[in-house]
């Protein structure tokens, strides 16, 4: 544990903990009022954070759930970042997203032709 600092700010965590790549990015996500601190929604950057802390929060397609282990002392590694954190809800496997069927190659013009055509008989009913 950081023996110097008792708390330390919550977009300056999340940063070190490596969730973020910039601490902007961090302080984005806790002002877009999304974050929990122990179950409350907070919206201010400058809020502290301690060891034995709950956060959960949207990241990508995910709801994080983490505990607040230590609070480090700087930006390290992530071997370094993954100890100040234990995940509790783990995440699962990653969703695919499925693209729509591409055709092998670009409409003729005169596919083009039936597919307006097409259309505008859609359009007439």
Do not use: H
């Given at each position: 544990?950081?023996?110097?600092?008792l708390?330390?700010?919550?977009d300056?965590?999340?940063?070190?903990?490596r969730f973020?790549?910039t601490?902007?990015?961090?302080?984005?996500?806790?002002?877009s009022?999304?974050?929990?601190?122990?179950?409350i929604?907070?919206?201010?950057?400058?809020?502290?954070?301690?060891?034995?802390?709950?956060?959960?929060?949207?990241?990508?397609l995910?709801?994080?759930?983490i505990?607040?282990?230590?609070?480090?002392?700087?930006?390290?590694?992530a071997?370094?970042?993954?100890?100040?954190?234990?995940?509790?809800?783990?995440?699962?496997?990653?969703?695919k997203?499925?693209l729509a069927?591409?055709?092998?190659s670009?409409p003729?013009s005169?596919e083009?032709?039936?597919l307006?055509?097409?259309?505008?008989?859609?359009?007439?009913?």
């Amino acid at each position: 544990m950081n023996d110097n600092n008792l708390t330390l700010r919550i977009d300056k965590w999340l940063w070190q903990a490596r969730f973020f790549k910039t601490r902007s990015l961090a302080t984005r996500l806790v002002k877009s009022g999304k974050l929990r601190l122990n179950g409350i929604l907070i919206s201010k950057p400058s809020r502290c954070v301690e060891v034995g802390d709950i956060l959960t929060f949207p990241k990508e397609l995910e709801t994080r759930v983490i505990e607040i282990y230590n609070l480090g002392q700087r930006r390290g590694p992530a071997p370094e970042a993954q100890g100040l954190y234990k995940d509790l809800a783990p995440l699962g496997p990653k969703l695919k997203l499925e693209l729509a069927p591409r055709g092998e190659s670009r409409p003729t013009s005169k596919e083009r032709k039936a597919l307006i055509k097409f259309k505008q008989g859609l359009e007439k009913s």
